[in-house]
């Protein structure tokens, strides 16, 4: 029972960081084990949205975008902070 907590709380902690990342919540399946996010404002070079998979199976969360060439391109994060990290090291950029 603990590692069912354990794992809703890690789920959880993604979906607030993607929420303070600016992504808004987009698609659950009822029965699915994944959660569909996108960011709230498109990216000004390509016009298109970021969007983010959290994973329920396997405890991970993607962000998808696509690039100045066209091309899909993602990050896999394992822990919140990780993503948080992340989204501070894109301001700078």
Do not use: N, P
């Amino acid at each position: 029972m603990r590692l069912y907590w354990k794992d809703m709380e890690k789920l959880q902690a993604f979906q607030a960081a993607a929420h303070e990342g600016g992504f808004v919540d987009v698609e659950e399946c009822d029965e699915g084990t994944v959660f569909w996010l996108r960011k709230g404002t498109s990216d000004l070079a390509t016009q298109t949205h970021q969007r983010i998979c959290i994973d329920s199976l396997t405890h991970i969360l993607t962000v998808y975008w696509m690039t100045t060439l066209g091309k899909i391109d993602s990050k896999t994060f394992r822990s919140a902070s990780s993503l948080q990290e992340w989204f501070a090291s894109q301001v700078v950029q």
